[in-house]
């Protein structure tokens, strides 16, 4: 007796796409079949006839328990795990992977533990977390990043740049190069991977002193600050490091084609450089800076310009990309708007729901992408660069049981009340076409055709550990 059957859909497996039957036991996937070759009777069957059949997506890039991205004047604002989670997995995505900022003294790992505490017992999806590393980071913390691999975090994010001019209540966030070496080295020797936020200092400290001198300051001027030029130079450099420690690593947010362009050469080079790139990036370009609170759209680096989105998209059809983020910060949408200069704009978007949706639509509907291809950018190469794979990531015997089912007659204009992490959406009013129908967490039906009914949040903390095959080539 199988717990549950998912009969008839379309179902995408790491063998290619076809019409079979997916057998679960517990929180595992038993077995992936020809249609009506699963004999067994089973307690629950779905019936996917005329489905697509999805392993649950994984969201790279969450900011979920940040402290409240507040703008000049207003109060931090975080919709907190429960929300965020529920709306990701009302989205398809059924894991979650969110930052911790590591301390400077003391046992990193506590911490890393402590800032987790959030999420247990209130999360809808499985979950685990990047350690965010700073220009501040000392030798000692630096030696921890042994202890988080062998715990299953196996992530450490750095930031290039202060990314907006550093202040006093804003200290910078800027790794330097000698650091970002050391922990290179160190997740090279232990098997872990780094993320980076890629932006040359130099380059974007100075676009903001000339912004100011020639009164730029508006906020559509965005790209002109985080340009392009940026992305090229620190990319390069970054990659350059990653070379010489021997390092795995991808860049988070990539968003010119000159980023997309470093990737691929470093990787037609062998080397273990992996690309995110985010579906902000992927829907719009700076032109929508120019509409009336278009600082709606933004998440730093910056939107560039339409030439650098399509490029992004050919590398997400091609591999020069390798997966689909959405830098995921839950404002309000008076707070997203309050900041209205280059020096105040407000990052990140509520993006954790729409991104299975949005990008079936724009990228299999719009594009031609195939399904295979869809997989791999929404979960699969997640799960694999950032060590999930194969628990998850895949329908496969032996896999978690977390699978999306996307239902393609759904056609019509998104709406507010379609969306479950509030209050705004940049793609409020978008065309879609397919959309995350049921929703299935380790064997557990969580949505069923647009409902939710598992109740509970039975979310767990999913370690990782990454293949080394991943950090020592580009696998994925
Ligand atoms: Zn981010």
Redesign the pocket.
């Known amino acids: 007796m199988l717990d549950l059957i998912i009969k008839g859909g379309t179902v995408v497996t790491p063998a290619g796409v076809g019409t079979s039957d997916v057998g679960v036991q517990g929180e595992k996937i038993v077995m992936v079949s020809a249609p009506g070759a699963i004999t067994v009777e089973a307690q629950k069957t779905i019936d996917a006839t005329g489905k697509i059949v999805v392993p649950g997506g994984i969201e790279a890039?969450a900011?979920v328990g940040h402290p409240g991205a507040g703008g000049p004047g207003a109060a931090g604002v975080n919709a907190g795990v429960t929300e965020q989670s529920r709306g990701a997995l009302w989205g398809g995505t059924t894991t979650v992977v969110d930052f911790t900022p590591s301390p400077d003294e003391g046992e990193v790992l506590k911490a890393v533990y402590a800032y987790m505490e959030d999420w247990k017992g209130k999360a809808f999806t499985d979950y685990n977390t990047h350690v965010t590393y700073r220009g501040t980071s000392t030798v000692m913390a630096i030696d921890q990043i042994k202890d988080l691999i062998a715990d299953g975090f196996a992530s450490i994010k750095i930031f290039t740049t202060s990314v907006r001019p550093p202040t006093p209540d804003r200290p910078t966030n800027r790794t330097d190069m000698g650091r970002l070496a050391a922990v290179m080295t160190e997740c090279a020797k232990h098997g872990g991977i780094v993320a980076v936020h890629s932006e040359d200092d130099d380059i974007v400290q100075y676009n903001y002193a000339r912004a100011k001198e020639r009164g730029w300051l508006d906020w559509w001027n965005m790209h002109l600050v985080h340009s392009n030029l940026s992305e090229d130079l620190s990319f390069r450099r970054v990659t350059r490091v990653a070379e010489k420690t021997g390092g795995a690593m991808y860049f988070?947010?990539t968003s010119a084609k000159e980023g997309v362009n470093a990737i691929a050469e470093a990787r037609s080079k062998g080397l273990p450089v992996y690309g995110e790139t985010l579906n902000t990036y992927c829907s719009f370009n700076a032109d929508n800076y120019k509409e009336p609170d278009g600082m709606k759209y933004h998440t730093y680096p910056s939107l560039k310009f339409e030439d650098d989105r399509l490029r992004l998209w050919d590398g997400l059809l091609h591999g020069d990309m390798t997966f689909m983020a959405t830098?995921s910060i839950a404002t309000t949408y008076a707070n997203k708007i309050v900041g209205r200069s280059v020096l105040d704009v407000q990052g990140?978007n509520i993006g954790i729901e729409i991104r299975m949706g949005i990008t079936y639509k724009e990228g299999v509907i719009d594009k031609g992408m195939s399904l295979e291809r869809y997989v791999d950018i929404t979960s699969t190469n997640v799960a694999k660069v950032l060590g999930f794979y194969p628990q998850k990531g895949a329908i496969a015997a032996g896999s978690d049981a977390d699978i999306t089912i996307i239902d393609p007659s759904i056609k019509k204009r998104l709406a507010m009340s379609d969306l479950h992490v509030q209050d705004y959406s940049s793609w409020e009013k978008h065309q879609i076409e397919g959309w995350p129908s049921t929703v299935i967490l380790r064997g557990h039906v969580m949505i069923e055709d647009r409902k939710l009914v598992g109740r509970r949040p039975i979310g767990q903390l999913a370690r990782r550990k990454i293949d080394p095959l991943v950090l020592k080539r580009p696998m994925c």
């Open positions: 890039h900011h988070v947010h830098d990140g």
